[in-house]
């Protein structure tokens, strides 16, 4: 399979789920205290949405950074894409899931969610973080990225499998918290975190 391909199914993966997370911002005209009171009362899904809005961007800008480096596009690199994707796909539900339960109050549901949401961005991170492992593997192996940059990257990359857990636990005691710590770490990632700019020119002749 080309490198192509991968990045065209990916891409439309990520743009399907992150068009879905508007389909549950609803306002009501006409209704009793206007669109202002129903935009005041509808913060946790506007909060829940900027926040996976910006996680999902940030993985679509980081996705290509790590995919244009391919070298060979196998099958075990196509299984740890799709696992990333399902991780992705899910976003949508339990950024759902999260804004009910915020604006339902319920304290067991509110940590079910936040557990749900937490768990999805952690497997999101697991999985890209293995797939920037095999890619940057690859690029070891032929020589074009030595072993101590490769570690360096993975450190770098790989921080949110141990800081998503984390911000997870935090959201069972506060939801609102959780969110913030989410967006920024998602900034730390909007930032080149991949490692690609050390590794000169690569793959297609694209510069880093």
Do not use: C
């Not at 790590?66 to 399902?86: A, E, G, H, P, S």
């Not at 360096?152 to 913030?180: D, K």
Request: proline share 3%; net charge neutral; aromatic share 8%.
């Amino acid at each position: 399979m080309s490198k192509t391909r991968l990045e065209a199914f990916s891409d439309g993966v990520l743009a399907v789920a992150i068009t879905l997370l508007v389909l549950d911002l609803h306002l009501e005209p006409g209704e009793p205290g206007g669109l202002f009171a129903q935009l005041v009362a509808a913060w946790p899904s506007l909060a829940s949405y900027i926040v996976s809005f910006l996680v999902i961007g940030v993985i679509w800008v980081n996705h290509h950074a790590v995919v244009r480096l391919v070298q060979v596009v196998d099958r075990t690199l196509l299984f740890w894409n799709l696992v990333l994707l399902m991780f992705v796909t899910a976003l949508p539900f339990t950024t759902s899931t999260l804004a009910a339960a915020l604006a339902g109050g319920d304290r067991t549901d509110l940590r079910v969610a936040a557990v749900l949401y937490g768990g999805a961005m952690t497997g999101v991170a697991v999985g890209f973080t293995v797939l920037q492992a095999r890619i940057t593997g690859q690029l070891v192996a032929s020589g074009q990225m030595d072993a101590a940059t490769r570690r360096r990257s993975l450190l770098r990359f790989g921080l949110g499998t141990v800081v998503y857990p984390v911000i997870t636990v935090v959201g069972l005691f506060s939801v609102v918290a959780m969110l913030v710590a989410l967006a920024a770490l998602s900034l730390y990632y909007l930032f080149n975190q991949t490692g690609t700019s050390e590794t000169g020119h690569l793959g297609d002749g694209e510069p880093s």
